[in-house]
């Protein structure tokens, strides 16, 4: 056996008793947790500082040193995150269907943990404790496995928590941190079939199709976001504008920020001018087609080429094109989106029907903000991160996707003819 | 672009059109295309002729024939399995959740079909029609490529799908063929990122393992069965004769078939005997341990090595073990299972609790036959396959597992703060 199927025996032969465990149980174990880690705030702190002092020495950049981060105020956010999820209904053990069948048997079809998580994720040590609550909570065992630049951080974090369920009467190892940050080690996990149920990648997108193309443990994509507004040729202006400024600028960083902004023809030479004067108070680039040029000046424009409308800047940077109908502006979503949220501006019924039907994407808007594509915003409680594929399920994902079903069949001798 | 996605351009093309089909224009091509079936026998049986004559060429088995051959009879029940699926619910557009948020946007998630699937299969021309029908009823364009010794087979029943497609209003491509049968074109199919949305493998261990190694595109496993049944201390010993030989000698092919039979010390005695008389019916052979030897006599029982209890015979043959506790058979069963199907026979509700709690298997059952595992049996109406993977759905996938979700939003210009 090799270094993380070594893990992921561990991680089976604990995977019972959470999967098993009461809501009761599993709750005292967030509660722990929580508890644990406010407890430990000094003890996080100096690890964490030892990761950053590290990364400064390698030149790490600021934004990367700051998602590094663990303060006072960060741990206590991370703490009462894992007492939040006390309050939520637990997923397992719901019948989600059943009948009694012709021949007298009994089927009841019930929610049970996916088994054993793994999880790749980059350098936010705050994502070794967010998986793992929520990972408990839906009665699963989990491999974490995070960067190398935040491993202090994390080895820190994991012996608390695993401290802390231990208290809670469980296998510490329901939870478990791969030590070893070699790329080998990751590849491993992505060829653990038969070990690892499955596999969630959290991070930037480069991860993502890493993990993607090199897993044949079953993976769920999350988080890639190449985001469309759509201006119609009936949409209220000014809303459109702030649903583009909100989308853009609120905070770029993240999958649900927009990264493409398409204009009916019609509304291009007003909407055009008025976005620009909103946008450029965050000073945000516009990559345009030639008739956003010949609106906006060529000097306020650089000209988009076709990889622009293909990125997802996570960037002041926007893409402008106008488009000469409702269907174009599909098209063009059809093409370069990764299906993440799409919005219309609209005040037309058809146009808005029409895009939430043929825009095949996990969130589709209309008239309001893509920004809200998120568990917490949709009322799951929490989420393990946003799937832009579609097996399994679409969108944020919340306890309820961390399950999967079982089927029970009671008889009385009944055999088949 | 390459021969699949270029193809598969053309599926994109045409999934708008199934996608938002209604319930009525799909049952016209399900229809059509049994009509057509019908009208078309004996175009169907000269294709047909052409590779079974082709595989006695190449010297291809008995039964392999069977498997390939289509008669009058064969193509009536692909027909009238085709119009069976018209009384089945269309699973597309229904509202599966959904609520006003706090800001007032309405959000509701909303049933819709996976886009463009892939099946990859072996050599039973039956699946092209089954597979292409509920993909066709569940809003899905679908790319169909199954094995070489049934092209001429497959070609002629897609040619006849094709044309009674479009007869129904549709554009031929929500259906196609894989005509290239070369094994670099099926490598294609499962890394067409961006092109298949899912990819389902429908054969035997081999097939179904190439696929899950070599794709990048999400697959769901299905059908890989080494299920195991287990004789309880209290056992009813006639019912547990009844249904291990049920599950073993009904039809030894098929995935839902047992293949390892667990006995609990204290009851081998009795059992196995009685057990052996009646599998010699069927003259299945038996691979057991050294008790199972002792009891049964040595001459009759093959000594079974590790990996008979990993193996899934679909044979007459049948692996046995005598243990000392219901753990050590859960955990027999947790090491070698693939997650298919397992029995208990008892009469303890305990051990039945027990067993069906502990056991992590898509389908775990309490006196009666796994045999039962199948979509029909379990009210599904059809079945595209047994999800033996724990990502989007375990055990029979009827047509609700052939669609994924998609969240609509609709404000009035509400932005995230």
Request: net charge negative.
């Amino acid at each position: 056996m090799n270094y993380i199927q070594t893990m992921a025996s561990r991680s089976k032969a604990a995977r019972p008793e959470i999967a098993n465990a009461s809501s009761v149980q599993k709750n005292e174990a967030l509660l722990e947790i929580a508890h644990a880690l406010r407890r430990s705030k000094a003890e996080i702190i100096a690890a964490n500082e030892l990761d950053i002092k590290a990364g400064q020495a390698r030149g790490m950049s600021e934004s990367l040193q700051d998602r590094l981060r663990l303060d006072e105020k960060r741990i206590e956010g991370i703490a009462s995150a894992c007492e939040k999820l006390v309050a939520l209904e637990d997923p397992v053990g719901e019948i989600i269907g059943g009948r009694v069948l012709p021949s007298g048997m009994t089927l009841r079809k019930v929610r049970v943990p996916l088994g054993v998580i793994g999880i790749i994720y980059e350098a936010r040590p705050n994502v070794t404790v967010d998986a793992a609550v929520l990972c408990i909570k839906s009665g699963n065992a989990v491999i974490l496995r995070g960067g190398k630049e935040a491993i202090n951080s994390n080895k820190c974090l994991m012996d608390i928590m695993r401290r802390a369920v231990k208290l809670a009467g469980f296998p510490e190892d329901i939870i478990q941190l791969v030590e070893d940050t070699d790329r080998g080690i990751a590849l491993e996990m992505m060829q653990a079939n038969g070990y690892i149920d499955v596999l969630i990648p959290r991070g930037g997108a480069k991860l993502i199709q890493a993990v993607v193309k090199n897993a044949t443990v079953p993976v769920i994509e999350t988080g890639t976001g190449n985001c469309h507004a759509y201006v119609d040729a009936t949409a209220d202006l000014g809303m459109a504008v702030r649903i583009v400024d909100n989308g853009k600028t609120q905070r770029p960083s993240v999958c649900n920020a927009l990264e493409t902004c398409l204009v009916h023809r019609s509304v291009a030479e007003d909407f055009l001018p008025m976005l620009k004067k909103k946008l450029d108070e965050h000073n945000v680039e516009i990559r345009g087609d030639e008739m956003t040029a010949m609106i906006l000046g060529e000097q306020n424009v650089t000209p988009a080429t076709e990889e622009d409308y293909a990125t997802e800047f996570g960037d002041y940077i926007i893409a402008v094109k106008v488009v000469d109908s409702l269907g174009e502006a599909i098209e063009h979503i059809g093409k370069y989106s990764t299906g993440h949220s799409e919005v219309i501006i609209t005040e037309s019924l058809f146009s808005a029907e029409e895009f939430q039907k043929r825009v095949d994407s996990a969130a589709v808007y209309v008239n309001c903000s893509t920004r809200f594509t998120d568990g917490e915003e949709f009322g799951l409680g929490a989420e393990i991160g946003i799937s832009t594929q579609k097996l399994h399920t679409r969108g944020p994902m919340g306890l309820k996707e961390l399950t999967t079903v079982k089927w029970l069949i009671n008889g009385d001798g009944q055999i088949r003819k």
